[in-house]
């Protein structure tokens, strides 16, 4: 590999996102060649790379592998690794790794539901999560309280919030009626709780929000809730391409570990029940076509 950026090479090897890997560096958590390394530091693989005591190969994130699965997270759990009040996180639901450890790319809070997406190659993670990127997100919103042509007119073009203006790229009714009115809308950021904060200033309430699409990656309908899987090799390539990255490859696994990886995935169980109306099947939209993962539901 050519000499590049510390924290690139470290995302790609699967430790964390680019951000993450900065914010490291910066801490002085990562060594190379036996001194402290800084920011702006490049390496090859003739470097010897440390990070909190351990060698990590840096040739090997040179192969260009990832894996990305998708989750369906459920309500009650949170993205963080560890909780300090002790409640469920998403990441004791996902598969175990041999190697580097599963970067989550965004985030929902505790009383969202929905798609989630984890990789172990940072650089993905990054490119997913930039705004530079332009990434869409879609969602599927319950709304209680009375909605008309010209409120939707408002949240499209443009509502003055507490950080800023925000607004909806597209929001569109979707199904149901009375208290149980579905509606479909679009953020290109991932701003806290930017969907509820859209409805509530318009004097109405997000009483279900869950995530239906990120990007190219939709939530297929046979990953219920609770549950996860892979993107196959096709899919990869797929979001790959979207994102104008190198093409990874799926890593191998010996017999063994294929057979536990089938294990693991065939134990999960569905921990909530989805909502009847499938709401989380993405609205119809009138863009351009892209190439996306995952059936639709």
Request: hydrophobic share 35%; proline share 4%.
């Amino acid at each position: 590999m050519s000499d590049e950026k510390l924290q690139k090479v470290l995302a790609r090897s699967g430790l964390g996102s680019r951000r993450e890997m900065e914010r490291w560096i910066d801490e002085g958590r990562v060594q190379v060649n036996d001194e402290t390394a800084k920011l702006g530091d490049r390496v090859s693989a003739d470097d010897k790379v440390v990070v909190d005591g351990k060698q990590i190969d840096v040739a090997a994130g040179d192969a260009l592998k990832a894996r990305v699965i998708i989750y369906n997270k459920p309500l009650g759990e949170v993205c963080t690794r560890h909780d300090p009040e002790g409640r469920p996180t998403v990441f004791h639901a996902l598969p175990k790794l041999k190697q580097g450890r599963w970067v989550a790319i965004g985030r929902l809070d505790i009383n969202t539901s929905g798609l989630l997406i984890f990789t172990t190659d940072g650089e993905i993670a990054n490119k997913m999560m930039h705004p530079s990127s332009n990434i869409d997100r879609e969602y599927a919103v319950r709304v209680l309280g009375n909605v008309d042509d010209n409120m939707l007119e408002r949240l499209k073009q443009g509502v003055l919030l507490d950080d800023g203006m925000a607004k909806f790229t597209d929001v569109q009714y979707f199904d149901g009626e009375g208290a149980n009115r579905w509606y479909h809308c679009v953020v290109m950021e991932g701003r806290n709780r930017e969907v509820r904060r859209l409805w509530e200033s318009q004097d109405v309430q997000v009483s279900r929000l869950k995530r239906v699409r990120f990007g190219p990656v939709f939530l297929p309908s046979d990953v219920k809730v609770g549950t996860w899987r892979d993107l196959s090799q096709k899919e990869l390539d797929v979001l790959t391409d979207e994102l104008e990255l190198p093409r990874r490859s799926l890593p191998k696994f010996d017999p063994n570990q294929a057979k536990d990886q089938e294990r693991e995935y065939k134990r999960q169980r569905v921990r909530q029940r989805d909502d009847a109306r499938n709401p989380h099947q993405p609205a119809e939209r009138k863009k351009r076509k892209v190439r996306v993962v995952g059936k639709r539901g």
